[in-house]
């Protein structure tokens, strides 16, 4: 029974590159899901998937200039992903319509940009690579640059974090105190890029976004408050990507797609039996007496 | 105290009973009575100068000319569409004046408004007591931590806004009168110098109207400057010193006994300017 454990779960990290990505997993499940927690919070769960599409023709083209070179190709998804966040943010300012809409329709241009690029200068194999993510390809700079990236976030959260909770809250109240709102907002969209192009190694670009929104959207049916909500997803990015990791190796599947369909089981088990808003929960429908203490 | 209004009421200028255009008339109006009076008066932190307000390049209202004195409460009275809230949005700063100026000495960070329509998230995971600590940003700003002293505080303002019991009840969970209460408890933690209020007690329970009277005629006593945006004739005479009456573009100081003695109600308020009825006392 211990020998199948280990063989199972202790004995895949005997290679170098399991451990590699193991690691990068675990510094990425610290940094997104915060993230995803606050973007589902602001109900732009949506804008970290627009996001992970802007990256796309960035990372392309580092690919085509240096070829599978991950500072390369991170730098470009950083600048195509601030880039397509202001010019959706600008246009949506300049013409009065709403951000969504005009952030739809750059992750659509990102989206085509990418992919034309992408074939135009490699196979079929490297789009797989940049769009669902390889964990062969973590080496140690790969993996200097995760960890670097996901410290940069998370230090960075936790500097403007009281600012972004009040601009969360209550905009107009933020705005009365002289603090701009909507620079909290930049950089905090800056994070997701960050993140987003941090993640593209192992899980893809289009994958990046599932450790940031599952593990949010997840928490939501175990807690209801802030810290618990953060606690909770950032565990759960933790057992997902790990656990991922192991099924992609003794399946022989993708990691992207391991990862995070492992998540959206814990989302489905969650909508199911969580303790809040959940099936379960809503019909074993349960109210403390008047006068009971107030739970904390 | 003097009603300053009741002066200028009594000593309408030649021009009061005629129906003239309006902006000429205020002009008149308060330029001869009012302003050059209310300057020898009590310390005023917010005077407005021949201001000109407008929504959409629609202009809600000009030469509104007047001050707020320190440590009094001011009901803003109108009916809907007179321009209350563009006022409010003008003196915080919101709204860019097309003429004239707000002077207001009251530092940013120290004033506070809470509008009709909360830009307040409510499913936003917060409970009541992190609402009222989030009043301490002018002291703690983005970064500094909240001492003992200040979770302290924090109690003894919930304990005075009878909230105590919330402290830890999501925001999403709290009823209309509890909702305000917290908001109101914000803002004395913000030790707030300027607070403006639009229809605070709309929607609220006849308890919690009293509790706030309470918490903002102490407000007041302390010195806090309060303009509060009014529709009821019981809580104008509870709560208000002064009056400012909207209408057709134009704001008319006076005191709340002159509308409550009855000659001046609030629908009828937009004949004022006109120099209609019940403007000799």
Known sequence: ?296 | MPLLADVTLRHPPPGARRRTAGSTLARRFLGNGMVGLMSQEAPSRLRLHDLQLAQANRTVLEHVDGRFRDGATTALIGANGTGKSTLIQGIMGMLKPVAGRVECTVPRERRAWLPQQLALDLTFPMSVEELVMTGSWPSHGAHKGYCAHHYRRGREVMARLGISHLAHRPLGELSGGQRQRALIGRTLMQEAELLLLDEPFANVDTETVDVLMTVLRDMAASGVTLIVVLHDMEQLSRLADEAVVLANGHAHWTSPQTILQGQISVASAATLSLGMPGVSA
């Open chain 1, 1 to 296: 029974m211990i020998e199948l454990l280990h063989e199972w779960l202790v004995a895949p990290f005997d290679y170098g590159f399991m451990r590699r990505a193991a690691v990068g997993g675990l510094a990425l499940s610290l940094a997104a899901p915060p993230m995803g927690v606050f973007l589902m919070l602001r109900g732009m769960s949506l804008i970290g998937d627009a996001m992970a599409h802007a990256i796309l023709p960035g990372v392309a083209l580092g690919f085509l200039l240096a070829g599978f070179s991950l500072p390369a190709m991170s730098l470009g998804g950083i600048l195509s992903g601030l880039l397509v966040a202001m010019l959706a943010g600008s246009v949506s300012q300049m013409t009065g319509h709403r951000e969504d809409s005009a952030m739809a329709s750059f992750f659509l241009i990102s989206l085509a940009a990418g992919v034309m690029l992408v074939s135009l200068g490699g196979s079929s194999v490297d789009l797989t690579h940049v769009l669902f993510g390889s964990i062969l390809a973590v080496n140690s700079t790969a993996l200097i640059l995760i960890a670097a990236i996901s410290s940069v976030i998370v230090i960075t959260l936790a500097l403007i974090f009281r600012a972004l909770v009040v601009e969360c809250l209550d905009p107009l109240f933020l705005r009365g105190q002289g603090t701009h709102g909507g620079l909290v907002h930049g950089i905090f969209l800056g994070l997701v890029v960050l993140n987003l192009t941090a993640g593209f190694q192992t899980l893809g670009t289009l994958m990046a976004v599932g450790l940031m929104m599952l593990p949010a959207t997840t928490a939501r049916f175990w807690s209801k408050r802030l810290e618990g909500l953060i606690g909770i997803a950032v565990v759960l990015a933790m057992v997902a990507s790990t656990g991922g990791l192991l099924l992609s190796y003794h399946l022989s599947i993708p990691s992207g797609p391991a990862i995070i369909l492992l998540a959206g089981v814990g989302y489905m088990l969650s909508a199911l039996f969580g303790r809040h808003h959940s099936l379960l929960a809503r019909l074993r429908r349960h109210a403390a007496p008047l006068g009971a203490p107030e739970p904390h």
